[in-house]
């Protein structure tokens, strides 16, 4: 067991560490709509430009190939820079959508979208979620109809985030009529402005757009955009949600840690008060979490139900830091501030993407051995 | 790789062969009979020089491997005086005793730790013991017992005796930083282990016990207890790992991961001990089945010194300076 920075980490930390101090854009980032896509877009291209952009790729599709000791090192460096959110609307393409066309696009998808992702010119959702198939994402029901070179698409999606400033989604249907579960399912890039798409924003209690119902009325979507095989929807999918939590987490998490000591700062509580002991707690436990993650990261062989634990923690862990801001502000945390949009944005944490009761079930049955409970 | 959190075959090795010392010497069917744990194998296993330079007369391994050792040691409940050995130790080789050192190491001297109470000293299983090692929040001092008077403990099974503060008790005694952070990793090591083991029985327990017909660790009040128990663990296991290697390499932030372990090491080991009793129901809250010990035992180790404040260190924002 060791963590060392070798010559190299050093060499590579004060490289990622100047290029940032130059280029970090100065300014809060806008929280939503078309401000946030250029936003977020231009800061991608100048991180293209810096030969930053999508450096875990491979060197092959345009990135540097590197493995999870410098990405550490670069979201260490990209935290303490105060560079804008890694979970803006360019997660998706970049942590998503691109890895997962790298490991089982075609060729020619490859060459069309890679380059568009780290150039910073287009942005991607994520067409998982529907009404009746959140958390138990096998019982979506979104049809595509194979007629000719096309599938024609019908149903609808909710909880797509960005999904109103996106121009390509990755999209899950069921391609196999009759089909049930995990099988007959296809993964398709969906342009987004194809005929028959409606996307309706839903404002979030934080009032900010940035999830939407998107509606798929006869959409036709050429055969040529199923990635990973026709009715293999499933596996290809499994490989997507792979990505999303391996060193992508560490930069969420390392922001929040950079949140929590300006808390800190901020609160200035008197030594042995009971705020300041909370906030000590809360310090705990995010050199906690950050050593779960490296302990994740950088071992062997890691069960991937701990992904399931990394994510709990970090959800509820963003939701007490929110909390306890929200106290230390006193009667300002009636007016908007950025720590009172985080506040209310962080009661997404604890539903995103598996609520913590499904996260708490994956611990407890693929971690623990514990028993399915019986279903009707 | 450079940077590798998972153990090297000598670690699995020593790990291996203490846990095999272990099962064989304590398991924890022992504490029924109420007897105090005879160190001796311990001892005989080398555990109290593990850590020590080899020119000490340790063993070539480190702090990293003497911690690991350490949970071990709080998965089977061992008698906290292995803490104080561990500790007193050092504080006779500082000190330059050698022959004490090898006493204790020896397990021929047994060293009872305590806590400041009052006017006074709570000695923790004291039987046989001739010194305690006193945990404070700033020093660790070795004394000499003398006067003291048992009485009942926590639970009426936990051996205690109350000892006056008296001139010339002392032995040794150290404010060094560097011990003060080993005292703090290896009791949260031990808290470690506890958290471990009351997770284990819970989880054991709740895929055995039936009631309306299934087991009980399929219903998800229960599961989402169990969920917990993992969690709380991971969290303290994986900032052992990381305030073990910071303090073994010397780093800058040893201080800040050593103190953010022990803050949530007592709580965490509490916690779990508290749910494992929930779990068991009714069989839990009696003294007949194991789970009220993890109960204890945390209590005990949890008093044992303290962190230091986690607001007055620097946060590591950047991980790793060079080592």
């Given at each position: 067991?060791?963590?060392?920075?070798?010559?190299?980490?050093?060499?590579?930390?004060?490289?990622?560490?100047?290029?940032?101090?130059?280029?970090?854009?100065?300014?809060?980032?806008?929280?939503?709509?078309?401000?946030?896509?250029?936003?977020?877009?231009?800061?991608?291209?100048?991180?293209?430009?810096?030969?930053?952009?999508?450096?875990?790729?491979?060197?092959?599709?345009?990135?540097?190939?590197?493995?999870?000791?410098?990405?550490?090192?670069?979201?260490?460096?990209?935290?303490?820079?105060?560079?804008?959110?890694?979970?803006?609307?360019?997660?998706?393409?970049?942590?998503?959508?691109?890895?997962?066309?790298?490991?089982?696009?075609?060729?020619?998808?490859?060459?069309?979208?890679?380059?568009?992702?780290?150039?910073?010119?287009?942005?991607?959702?994520?067409?998982?979620?529907?009404?009746?198939?959140?958390?138990?994402?096998?019982?979506?029901?979104?049809?595509?109809?194979?007629?000719?070179?096309?599938?024609?698409?019908?149903?609808?999606?909710?909880?797509?985030?960005?999904?109103?400033?996106?121009?390509?989604?990755?999209?899950?249907?069921?391609?196999?009529?009759?089909?049930?579960?995990?099988?007959?399912?296809?993964?398709?890039?969906?342009?987004?402005?194809?005929?028959?798409?409606?996307?309706?924003?839903?404002?979030?209690?934080?009032?900010?757009?940035?999830?939407?119902?998107?509606?798929?009325?006869?959409?036709?979507?050429?055969?040529?955009?199923?990635?990973?095989?026709?009715?293999?929807?499933?596996?290809?999918?499994?490989?997507?949600?792979?990505?999303?939590?391996?060193?992508?987490?560490?930069?969420?998490?390392?922001?929040?840690?950079?949140?929590?000591?300006?808390?800190?700062?901020?609160?200035?509580?008197?030594?042995?008060?009971?705020?300041?002991?909370?906030?000590?707690?809360?310090?705990?436990?995010?050199?906690?979490?950050?050593?779960?993650?490296?302990?994740?990261?950088?071992?062997?062989?890691?069960?991937?139900?701990?992904?399931?634990?990394?994510?709990?923690?970090?959800?509820?862990?963003?939701?007490?830091?929110?909390?306890?801001?929200?106290?230390?502000?006193?009667?300002?945390?009636?007016?908007?501030?950025?720590?009172?949009?985080?506040?209310?944005?962080?009661?997404?944490?604890?539903?995103?993407?598996?609520?913590?009761?499904?996260?708490?079930?994956?611990?407890?049955?693929?971690?623990?051995?514990?028993?399915?409970?019986?279903?009707? | 790789?450079?940077?590798?959190?998972?153990?090297?075959?000598?670690?699995?090795?020593?790990?291996?062969?203490?846990?095999?010392?272990?099962?064989?010497?304590?398991?924890?069917?022992?504490?029924?009979?109420?007897?105090s744990?005879?160190?001796?194998?311990?001892?005989?296993?080398?555990?109290?020089?593990?850590?020590?330079?080899?020119?000490?007369?340790?063993?070539?391994?480190?702090?990293?491997?003497?911690?690991?050792?350490?949970?071990?040691?709080?998965?089977?409940?061992?008698?906290p005086r292995?803490?104080a050995?561990?500790?007193?130790?050092?504080?006779?080789?500082?000190?330059?005793?050698?022959?004490?050192?090898?006493?204790?190491?020896?397990?021929?001297?047994?060293?009872a730790p305590a806590v400041r109470s009052g006017n006074g000293y709570l000695l923790i299983d004291p039987a046989?013991a001739g010194m305690a090692l006193v945990f404070g929040?700033?020093?660790?001092e070795?004394v000499r017992i003398a006067d003291a008077a048992p009485e009942a403990g926590l639970g009426h099974d936990l051996s205690i005796a109350r000892m006056p503060a008296n001139?010339?008790q002392?032995?040794?005694?150290?404010?060094?930083?560097?011990?003060?952070?080993?005292?703090?990793?290896?009791?949260?090591?031990?808290?470690?282990?506890?958290?471990?083991?009351?997770?284990?029985?819970?989880?054991?327990?709740?895929?055995?016990?039936?009631?309306?017909?299934?087991?009980?660790?399929?219903?998800?009040?229960?599961?989402?207890?169990?969920?917990?128990?993992?969690?709380?663990?991971?969290?303290?296991?994986?900032?052992?790992?990381?305030?073990?290697?910071?303090?073994?390499?010397?780093?800058?932030?040893?201080?800040?991961?050593?103190?953010?372990?022990?803050?949530?090491?007592?709580?965490?080991?509490?916690?779990?001990?508290?749910?494992?009793?929930?779990?068991?129901?009714?069989?839990?809250?009696?003294?007949?089945?194991?789970?009220?010990?993890?109960?204890?035992?945390?209590h005990i180790?949890?008093r044992l010194?303290?962190?230091?404040?986690?607001?007055?260190?620097?946060?590591?924002?950047?991980?790793?300076?060079?080592?």
């Amino acid at each position: 067991m060791h963590l060392k920075d070798t010559e190299d980490h050093i060499s590579f930390r004060a490289a990622a560490r100047a290029w940032l101090s130059e280029n970090v854009p100065a300014g809060p980032a806008p929280r939503d709509g078309a401000a946030s896509r250029q936003y977020a877009l231009d800061w991608v291209a100048k991180c293209h430009s810096g030969g930053w952009s999508g450096i875990g790729w491979p060197a092959d599709y345009g990135g540097r190939g590197l493995g999870p000791d410098k990405l550490v090192i670069w979201y260490e460096e990209y935290v303490r820079a105060r560079a804008p959110s890694v979970h803006d609307c360019t997660f998706v393409a970049l942590n998503h959508a691109g890895p997962t066309l790298i490991a089982c696009g075609t060729e020619e998808q490859k060459a069309f979208h890679l380059p568009q992702i780290l150039e910073g010119r287009s942005i991607w959702c994520q067409g998982f979620s529907e009404p009746n198939a959140g958390s138990d994402l096998a019982s979506l029901s979104t049809t595509g109809v194979v007629d000719g070179d096309d599938l024609v698409v019908n149903g609808q999606k909710i909880w797509t985030s960005f999904a109103d400033i996106a121009d390509y989604q990755e999209l899950l249907i069921r391609t196999e009529p009759g089909s049930k579960r995990h099988k007959g399912l296809s993964w398709v890039i969906c342009d987004m402005k194809s005929p028959g798409i409606t996307v309706r924003p839903i404002r979030n209690m934080a009032g900010t757009v940035h999830f939407a119902e998107v509606f798929y009325d006869d959409v036709r979507i050429p055969l040529s955009s199923v990635v990973g095989g026709l009715h293999n929807g499933w596996a290809t999918a499994m490989t997507t949600l792979g990505f999303e939590r391996k060193t992508a987490a560490m930069g969420m998490q390392l922001d929040l840690s950079v949140r929590l000591e300006d808390l800190i700062a901020m609160a200035a509580p008197k030594p042995g008060s009971a705020m300041a002991e909370r906030l000590a707690d809360l310090r705990a436990e995010a050199a906690a979490l950050r050593a779960i993650t490296y302990r994740t990261l950088f071992r062997d062989q890691a069960n991937p139900s701990e992904g399931s634990l990394m994510r709990l923690r970090f959800a509820e862990l963003a939701r007490e830091i929110s909390e306890t801001a929200m106290e230390c502000l006193g009667a300002e945390a009636l007016a908007d501030s950025d720590w009172s949009h985080l506040y209310l944005e962080s009661f997404s944490e604890t539903i995103a993407g598996g609520t913590a009761e499904i996260q708490r079930n994956i611990i407890a049955e693929r971690l623990l051995g514990l028993p399915r409970e019986k279903r009707a | 790789m450079s940077y590798d959190l998972n153990r090297n075959a000598d670690q699995r090795q020593i790990l291996d062969a203490a846990e095999a010392m272990l099962a064989g010497s304590y398991p924890l069917a022992r504490l029924r009979e109420g007897a105090s744990d005879n160190l001796a194998e311990a001892s005989g296993f080398g555990a109290f020089l593990l850590g020590l330079p080899e020119e000490q007369g340790g063993a070539g391994f480190g702090i990293v491997e003497e911690a690991l050792v350490h949970v071990l040691f709080g998965r089977h409940l061992l008698t906290p005086r292995s803490l104080a050995a561990a500790l007193a130790v050092r504080l006779a080789a500082s000190s330059g005793d050698d022959a004490l050192m090898a006493a204790i190491a020896a397990g021929e001297t047994a060293v009872a730790p305590a806590v400041r109470s009052g006017n006074g000293y709570l000695l923790i299983d004291p039987a046989q013991a001739g010194m305690a090692l006193v945990f404070g929040a700033e020093r660790l001092e070795l004394v000499r017992i003398a006067d003291a008077a048992p009485e009942a403990g926590l639970g009426h099974d936990l051996s205690i005796a109350r000892m006056p503060a008296n001139d010339g008790q002392a032995i040794a005694e150290t404010d060094e930083a560097g011990l003060l952070l080993l005292s703090s990793l290896l009791v949260s090591a031990q808290l470690l282990g506890v958290a471990e083991a009351a997770r284990d029985m819970a989880v054991e327990y709740a895929g055995i016990r039936r009631q309306f017909g299934s087991v009980i660790g399929s219903f998800q009040a229960i599961k989402h207890h169990c969920a917990n128990m993992a969690v709380g663990t991971e969290r303290i296991s994986a900032l052992l790992d990381m305030a073990a290697l910071a303090l073994s390499d010397g780093r800058e932030d040893a201080a800040f991961q050593v103190a953010a372990l022990r803050r949530l090491a007592p709580k965490t080991a509490l916690a779990n001990a508290s749910l494992c009793v929930q779990i068991h129901g009714g069989i839990g809250f009696s003294d007949e089945a194991d789970a009220h010990r993890f109960v204890k035992q945390a209590h005990i180790l949890g008093r044992l010194g303290e962190g230091q404040p986690l607001l007055d260190l620097p946060a590591p924002l950047v991980a790793f300076s060079r080592a």
